[in-house]
T-cell receptor, first 117, second 112 residues
Framework: GAVVSQHPSWVICKSGTSVKIECRSLDFQATTMFWYRQFPKQSLMLMATSNEGSKATYEQGVEKDKFLINHASLTLSTLTVTSAHPEDSSFYIC?????????????FGDGTRLSIL | EDQVTQSPEALRLQEGESSSLNCSYTVSGLRGLFWYRQDPGKGPEFLFTLYSAGEEKEKERLKATLTKKESFLHITAPKPEDSATYLCAVQAGSDSSYKLIFGSGTRLLVRP
């Protein structure tokens, strides 16, 4: 149980292109999803918290207009990297919580490796 | 400020050589401490949740323990397939968003 699917797993595109990444909870409903960015040999950096039916909450230093998040249903959140540039190249990972009880873990997708040429 | 520190940064073990990974934390009201395993090019895989000091959880060769200031992940007689990065994260009680604060991880390599 608690499977999170992320798509695509790998994308290479030209500078200036916008890229959309999907995150789906396959066997549970997720009112809250999270988007992370991870650089090589570094830990996960939280970018934003995505709440179903409301605006995402972005962490300090993350550009809202660059990283658009939509959480339109209880099983799907999307991250769109707008007008991507080489410095946006990274490993992007989403996660979802299975419940609201204390200590409920987040379950992660397998990530999307984004390479901007 | 809530903070998580993991040590060592990297650890090399021979197959069968038991060891422990450390996760020290400073947090205002601990909701939970989480251990994850991450393989290269993959997302983190959930291992354990610990809630209170004195608690222990086990899974195969892994055992996680928790005190008021730190958590240990003990690996008993590791095998090469245990090689991965192990991440520790905390969820603060003061934060209603339920977000996790991650440590920088310990990269474990187990040689046959």
């Amino acid at each position: 149980g608690a499977v999170v699917s992320q798509h695509p797993s790998w994308v290479i595109c030209k500078s200036g292109t916008s890229v959309k990444i999907e995150c789906r909870s396959l066997d549970f409903q997720a009112t809250t999803m999270f988007w992370y960015r991870q650089f090589p040999k570094q830990s996960l950096m939280l970018m934003a918290t995505s709440n179903e039916g409301s605006k995402a909450t972005y962490e300090q230093g993350v550009e809202k207009d660059k990283f658009l998040i939509n959480h339109a249903s209880l099983t799907l959140s999307t991250l769109t990297v707008t007008s991507a540039h080489p410095e946006d190249s990274s490993f992007y990972i989403c996660s979802a919580r299975t419940g609201v009880r204390r200590g409920q873990p987040q379950h992660f997708g397998d990530g999307t490796r984004l390479s901007i040429l | 400020e809530d903070q998580v520190t993991q040590s060592p940064e990297a650890l090399r073990l021979q197959e069968g050589e038991s060891s422990s990974l450390n996760c020290s934390y400073t947090v205002s009201g601990l909701r939970g401490l989480f251990w994850y395993r991450q393989d290269p090019g993959k997302g983190p895989e959930f291992l354990f949740t610990l809630y209170s000091a004195g608690e222990e959880k086990e899974k195969e060769r892994l055992k996680a323990t928790l005190t008021k200031k730190e958590s240990f992940l003990h690996i008993t007689a590791p095998k090469p397939e245990d090689s991965a990065t192990y991440l520790c994260a905390v969820q603060a009680g003061s934060d209603s968003s339920y977000k996790l604060i991650f440590g920088s991880g310990t990269r474990l390599l187990v040689r046959p």
